[in-house]
């Protein structure tokens, strides 16, 4: 039996082994309903119970109606926390070399639910935070036609996909801060002298330009700054929305400039070293948004 209202921990067995994840039904979600399922990925060295407390998704769950799972990954070496990471396809990393089957996880995950719920097939989304963003975007690409839209936090796209072209893939919203220590924003930052946790991904920019490209032959950028919400936070955000030719939006950046690699609009303190938080936006508020006003004009056209 199904528990609405609360966050609830449960498990699944996939690949041979036994998987956990923490699920939220909103208390007022009526059974008969067609509803839409929310996947957030938490970053490496973290786990679903942080990841929901850093993103609260399952309280936006609760006044607009979807569903939302936060899925754990493995960890690798008990003495590392770090190894607790979702194999977001990077080559070297751990949870590639162990060849973690993390892909065939969601997947099992996902026949499940639309097995015991009214799943609305059309709004379906993946998200996540570093580690958890870039896995995100795998799973965008090695489950075609499965989400209807991706929203990646400070985890851009590996560069195995550079020269990898996939066909048509849902549209993106990227949010990362230029002064992210661990990730670098762009290639040329992990070419200067600041040594980064993280190597062998593309930089924001790059990913979606890569997104785009897959999508659309050519396309238009529109730029814009948003108005800020404090004026006692220094940090400010611009968006770059990427429109193809038809019309249709394949993906948009929201540069949080002199954000660290943090959650825009989460927990005031997050991992101090990992730089400022911005309250400029609400990125899980600003996710939400943006995919209902996807399938808002999906559904028009």
Do not use: C
Not at 94 to 104: F, I, N, T
């Amino acid at each position: 039996m199904v528990t609405k209202g609360e966050l609830v921990e449960e498990t699944i067995e996939t690949a041979g082994e036994t998987r956990k994840y923490l699920y939220y039904i909103p208390a007022s979600l009526q059974d008969d309903t067609s509803v839409p399922l929310l996947f957030s990925f938490h970053g490496a060295g973290s786990d679903a119970n942080y990841h929901s407390r850093l993103t609260n998704f399952h309280k936006l769950a609760e006044s607009e109606q979807f569903i939302v799972i936060y899925p754990d990954s493995k960890q690798l070496k008990n003495e590392d926390p770090r190894s607790k990471q979702w194999n977001e396809g990077k080559e070297g990393s751990l949870a590639y070399e162990a060849g973690v089957k993390d892909v065939e996880f969601v997947e099992e995950l996902l026949n499940q639910w639309n097995l015991t719920h009214n799943i609305a097939f059309d709004q379906v989304y993946a998200t996540g935070f570093s580690n958890g963003a870039s896995f995100s975007l795998r799973l965008a690409i090695e489950m075609p036609d499965t989400f209807s839209a991706v929203g990646a936090v400070a985890g851009p796209l590996p560069e195995i996909y550079k020269k990898k072209e996939v066909g048509v893939l849902p549209p993106l919203i990227f949010v990362m801060g230029n002064e992210d220590p661990v990730v670098p924003y762009a290639e040329e930052d992990a070419k200067g002298e600041v040594s980064y946790e993280v190597d062998g991904l593309l930089g924001a920019k790059s990913t979606v330009e890569w997104w785009t490209y897959q999508s659309a032959s050519s396309w238009e950028i529109r730029n814009e700054r948003l108005s800020p919400i404090s004026l006692n936070d220094p940090t400010r955000v611009e968006g770059s929305l990427y429109v193809a030719e038809k019309g249709g939006m394949t993906a948009v950046l929201y540069t949080v400039k002199g954000g660290g690699h943090t959650w825009p609009g989460g927990p005031k303190v997050q991992v101090p070293a990992f730089g400022k938080v911005s309250s400029q936006i609400n990125t899980s508020k600003l996710l939400w948004d943006s995919f209902q006003l996807l399938h808002q004009q999906k559904s028009f056209n």
